[in-house]
């Protein structure tokens, strides 16, 4: 008797001949997206089509019954391709993330081969103990604390979401177990924050009338004196001030708060003072810019995310701490038939059971695209790969700012690498028809994506133009286009 | 004036050499796994060295302040490969999941080269309405309301914290603005349960000790009478019920409880029912052991993760609902900024602003990593790579309890694909030491991964083995050398 399987009975042939139809296929969608290439296509972006049309043109071919062979399989292949927004182009400027790049393709790869859980230390020893030394490299460029060090957790929200539990185990150690309880929880954040501090508040069961908001000066930083009030006042109605969120780097203005007078505060109050760096932390790389975090230091938690301002594949966020123990002391339940505590998995007294740190179990080890891209690229990479979207970021600037039908939005001098404006030529009282339909159109000729927000705090203006400057092939002609096809699709206004 | 960043400015030319430099190492890394291969290389699965080895040996040359040259790359890599466990060889049997194959390579390739956040439709066209339409289908196999759909979390453990959200949100809707208040939630689970249902408790400020634990019966199925006796306790001292985990395919013994029982006692409290099916929920893939869901259709969630018992890459993870506009009720905040609610982004009235369902915002697309997986193996395949791996297993049974020195622990007709046991030659009254012994040994031959356990319920035996048989390219002659090489190590005992 013989039991056998006929599936992944060829392997190595199964994936080699898969990687040579796929490798063309993958050079050639990237080398569109370039616009120094011979085969450089206008349109590689990719235009707007309505669910229902790629529901149809991706579905309709693909029966999941029987198994597909291996040219139906790049025929949809190819319309993933051919339908999804193609990051590689320049004209992507619509999120706080860009394309990948070489070595990040390499990692993916990598982990895929590999195939580790990095949750407990015996099927993952090298991965887990790259996350332990990457996330306390990353950690001691914002903290001085020498046991300080971070985990990955999917997304930056996730990474929020983790730090308000570890607020309330550190400072109420009983809700572990007996849950909220009595506690009349009080989170504070700006009007500017990023929605997964409300979303952490209701996951947490605090609820989202709990979390105060505090107001902002013009450039969009959180006003101190308000904070103070807030807090006061949230006291006198019987809460327990728990949590403040700050923003370094906000969603809409990448704007920076201010972390030493926060610190301050947090200090007097008894408050974790949590730092969301997801997108604006990572300018700790570069010497000309790291002078916004000033205050960091003094954090009981931060979260900054690799796959934004660093390049590295989505997704890639980490949450450090001061003390790295404090995971575990914050999430432990050293559930017996997967936490073995064995000895010799520690032998240098940290912790590479990973997924006991966490809310979590299986886990992706995304720390090691990160580890990656930082060897190839080294600290001087990622510090030119700041500064050269800094002085693109500031070449856009001066150049909308020449042409009176521009104006900028928020702060004047905006402190990370996006720009918000209106583009008005005809001085309209409200500017959102006009900022959607130059979207659109911009879309619709598969040159650039770019986004656009209401004002985060009411104004009558309407919506505006938020575009981010945020990959190395960004130039200088790129920035002209752009701007010159905004007058142009404004000219049919 | 010309601005430009060396960083990226061949991008590929320089992604093709490092393929080109990958490609060979890959297919030799699994070469060399592979039984039926000349390279095989009996200690290719890799053995186990400690944390402070692997930090000098990976650690030790890397600079990461300078960028590194490719040759300096290569180097850090191979070391990577070396020390990992190596999951492509059938001796890996340690955990609930099993290596990559050919088509989930080809699909983390493509995911990387796409870097595609999945959050909002505008930048995820593609991926959005894949993960619509999959998760879909993939419901539609489990309930029967046309509504029905699914999303990803980044593993079963998030999954399964969202329908504990789910479920507070849906029955206590003031929960999501006002918090927990003065409800003194109670979530029950049997002793078997996944430790992520205590931490769901912990997360959502429900508090461990909210979570009232059941008494299984000798085969580890929840015991149905003691459930409602502790459903009654509870309400005679104040709690409100909130929500029921049942598992299907527990940790430890892979057991199902019965569910059409617990649907008709959660119906009658009104608590909601949650599947965790993370390990065992895709046998319904199988017309041989789907009987095992029978009543699964009446759940109000069910976690099931096809990065588990149908081989696709880690993590992927699905929380399925009966109606998949749930996952906005329980988590949307309509945070203007990102979910513009464009009518036209959802034309046929589903949502594709994906991350809107969420707690989190930025997303991989775990859910293509499947859809690639279906459309090429097919049902059939799933079917065949199940009913294959049962059959290795219930092999693998019949020629233990051939020989005395073996005793199953748990249920004597396991449900799922792990088999718990001991082997006690020496007929000793604690098996610890033995299995550990045993365990280790079998490691460090670079020959087999497998776990042990203590049980979860306490018994005086000790720890067993639990092993795990969940890949087509295992076969009865790789079974015959597990055990020979069990035998051989017990006889140094």
């Not at 990719?46 to 529901?55: A, E, M, V, W």
């Amino acid at each position: 008797m013989t039991i056998e399987s006929s599936l992944e009975s060829n392997r190595v042939q199964e994936l080699d001949d898969l990687l040579t139809e796929l490798k063309p296929k993958i050079l050639s969608y990237i080398d569109q997206a370039d616009p120094k290439s011979s085969q450089y296509n206008l349109k590689s972006l990719g235009t707007y089509h309505p669910p229902s049309f790629l529901k149809k043109e991706l579905t309709q071919e693909s029966n999941l019954d029987q198994p597909c062979n291996q040219k139906e399989l790049f025929k949809v292949i190819d319309k993933v391709l051919q339908f999804s927004v193609n990051t590689w182009n320049p004209g992507f400027l619509d999120k706080l993330y860009a394309s990948n790049n070489p070595i990040g393709v390499v990692s993916d790869i990598l982990l895929s081969v590999l195939n580790t859980n990095s949750h407990v230390y015996t099927v993952s020893p090298v991965l887990s103990v790259i996350e332990n030394h990457i996330g306390k490299k990353y950690a001691k460029l914002f903290f001085k604390q020498e046991k300080c060090g971070g985990l990955t957790f999917s997304g930056g929200s996730w990474s929020n979401i983790t730090s308000l539990q570890v607020a309330r185990s550190l400072k109420y150690p009983d809700t572990k177990v007996k849950g909220n309880q009595n506690y009349k929880f009080a989170i504070y954040s700006s009007v500017h924050c990023h929605y997964s501090v409300v979303k952490a508040a209701i996951l947490l069961g605090i609820g989202s009338e709990n979390v105060f908001k505090v107001d902002v000066d013009e450039n969009g930083v959180m006003d101190v004196d308000h904070l103070i009030a807030v807090i006061d006042e949230t006291i006198k109605q019987g809460y327990t001030p728990l949590y403040l969120n700050s923003t370094a780097g906000t969603t809409v203005f990448g704007s920076y708060d201010p972390f030493t007078k926060l610190h301050e505060i947090c200090q007097k109050y008894n408050i974790h003072h949590h730092i969301d760096g997801s997108w604006g932390g990572n300018v700790i790389f570069s010497n000309k810019y790291k002078d916004r975090l000033e205050g960091c230091q003094f954090a009981d938690s931060i979260t900054v995310n690799p796959h934004k301002m660093l390049g590295v594949p989505t997704t890639c966020s980490f949450l450090l701490l001061p003390n790295v123990d404090n995971f575990q002391v914050a999430m432990s339940l050293q559930a017996p038939y997967l936490f073995h505590g064995r000895e010799e998995d520690n032998d240098d007294g940290e912790n590479y059971d990973l997924a006991d740190g966490t809310m979590g179990c299986g886990r992706r080890a995304d720390s090691f695209k990160f580890y990656l891209a930082w060897l190839y690229y080294g600290t001087k990479g990622f510090e030119s790969r700041i500064d050269h979207a800094f002085e693109i970021k500031q070449y856009f600037i001066d150049k909308i700012l020449s042409n009176g039908d521009f104006e900028l939005v928020g702060p004047k001098q905006p402190q990370c690498l996006q720009v918000c404006f209106y583009y008005n030529p005809n001085k309209l009282a409200n500017n959102t028809e006009t900022t959607r339909f130059i979207s659109r159109e911009l879309h619709k000729l598969g040159k650039y994506l770019v986004d656009f927000s209401p004002n985060p705090v009411n104004d009558s203006k309407g919506e505006f133009f938020r575009v981010v400057f945020n990959s190395p092939i960004l130039t200088d002609k790129v920035i002209d286009n752009l701007i010159d096809s905004i007058i142009n699709i404004g000219k049919h206004l």
